[in-house]
């Protein structure tokens, strides 16, 4: 084992990049990704039958297939379509298709918004039939008993399930390496590997920092938990 | 052009391979941890906890690449130390069944953990008082009640691992993705083959789910279900 060369300044700063562009990847594409699957979300459970179908497909495609296969589609796929081919070099935003990060997170984005769409419409079809009826009781539109019953009711039930999502997801970035030229935690380690050839030292430290960044992310959604979802939790005494 | 959609074609059966060689490792390490975890003897309970938490912190990809690429390193200079002058060179299969079974056990074990829990406490009570062994009582009463128990959380272990599968092509397997990659490489039109596996990837999953919903229904014949 030969930790120092981990330790070295160059190749700490190596570490250092790889670790702002995958926190950086992470939670743009888990920002974009809520929106998109909020959109979705209400889509699956709203009452127009062929939006219904094709979120429903689009979902059922994104969970049913490898995000490294997505990844290079978008990558890779996307920039032989004569369409786009026309636009990337002055055209924005199709301009960003020549971007390595902008793929990934285009990516990424698609596919979190897959899962955490299914999930979110679960809970809004879960929630309390009483709760509904409450509302529309009280003359609230159908607008109104989304905005201010079901939904903030539905995304504290769905929390438990989306700090899982969100904790896959960040793994999920080290596919970001399989980009050429996008250095992430998982790049960074695999340059540290070829240049000196030390794949224990190299990948043990990648794995450390996912390990601390995991359990970071596990215990702010445990403390986010207790606090929306304290009215949720078993009778203490 | 076609004679790449069918070395895609072949190379699916390596998929199904590496997913079926995986899921096999990662039933046997479910077991052995759903065991340990239950068993109450504090040294197995921390093991089996550390393993699964572990697991879960690290991404698959990183820990293939630290058993291929560390395991060719360690395995050689092993043999250096013994004095020989041989070389190992680590089977990217090999590798790829064992780093994706070992991942998958921990979730197994989880699943496979909660399905005996589930299991009514007077049944084990019941099979002892019977004079059965313990093997024999996991054999008749455990076992049976544990395939419908662990069957919604086995269907979505398999699922993702199967999706897995596609990671083992950047150690260099052979397999679906692989060979698209490469057709696409040499026919510069990557969006067709890479839809392709794809759709060769929605194939499995899809026949996965109406086989494991399929084996849900018979294994859950007879159970009574609440109804409001």
């Not at chain 2, 780093?99 to 099979?127: N, V």
Request: charged share 10%; hydrophobic share 50%.
């Amino acid at each position: 084992m030969n930790w120092a060369v981990i330790f070295e300044p160059q190749n700490l700063a190596l570490f250092g990049t790889g670790i702002v562009t995958t926190l950086g990847l992470l939670f743009s594409s888990l920002t974009v990704g809520a929106v998109l699957a909020l959109a979705f979300a209400l889509l699956l459970t709203g009452p127009w039958a062929p939006l219904r179908w094709i979120v429903g497909a689009y979902t059922y495609v994104i969970r049913g297939t490898p995000l490294l296969i997505q990844v290079y589609l978008i990558y890779y796929g996307l920039g032989q379509l004569e369409w786009i081919q026309a636009r990337w070099n002055d055209v924005w935003p199709w301009t960003h298709f020549k971007e390595p990060f902008f793929c990934a997170l285009l990516a990424f984005s698609l596919n979190t918004a897959g899962y955490t769409a299914e999930m979110l419409a679960g809970a809004i079809r879960e929630t309390n039939a009483g709760e509904i009826e409450a509302a529309q009781s009280f003359g609230m539109s159908r607008f109104q008993v989304m905005l201010r019953i079901v939904l903030p009711s539905a995304m504290r039930r769905t929390l438990p399930a989306y700090s899982n999502e969100v904790v896959m997801m960040l793994q999920s970035t080290s596919l970001a390496s399989a980009v050429p030229s996008l250095m992430d935690v998982t790049g960074a380690a695999s340059r540290i590997y070829s240049d000196y050839y030390l794949p224990f030292e190299a990948y043990l430290a990648a794995a450390g920092i996912y390990l601390i960044a995991s359990f970071a992310l596990i215990g702010m959604f445990k403390y986010s938990e207790s606090r929306w979802l304290a009215y949720l939790a078993p009778r203490k005494h | 052009m076609s004679a790449y959609y069918t070395a895609i074609l072949q190379g699916s059966v390596l998929t199904v391979g590496v997913s079926l060689c995986a899921l096999l490792v990662s039933i046997v390490l479910g077991l052995a941890g759903a065991a340990a975890k239950l068993s109450g003897r504090s040294v197995l309970v921390a093991l089996a906890t550390f393993y699964t938490t572990i697991i879960r912190g690290i991404p698959e990809l990183v820990l293939m690449l630290l058993i291929f690429y560390g395991g060719t390193i360690g395995a050689n200079n092993f043999l250096e130390w013994m004095g020989s002058e041989a070389t190992v060179d680590i089977n990217p299969f090999v590798a790829g069944v064992l780093t994706i079974g070992f991942i998958y056990g921990a979730y197994m074990t989880e699943t496979f953990r909660g399905a005996m829990l589930s299991i009514p406490k007077g049944q084990m009570e019941a099979a002892v008082s019977f004079g059965m062994g313990r093997m024999q009582a996991f054999m008749r009463i455990t076992a049976p009640q544990m395939v419908r128990y662990a069957l919604p959380g086995f269907t979505n272990n398999w699922l993702v691992l199967i999706k897995a599968t596609a990671l083992v092509s950047l150690i260099g397997l052979q397999e679906m993705t692989y060979l698209a990659k490469q057709a696409s490489a040499a026919t510069r039109s990557p969006f067709e083959f890479f839809l392709f596996t794809a759709a060769l990837f929605l194939i499995y999953t899809t026949v996965s789910l109406v086989v494991l919903r399929r084996l849900n229904a018979r294994y859950s014949l007879g159970t009574k279900r609440g109804t409001l």
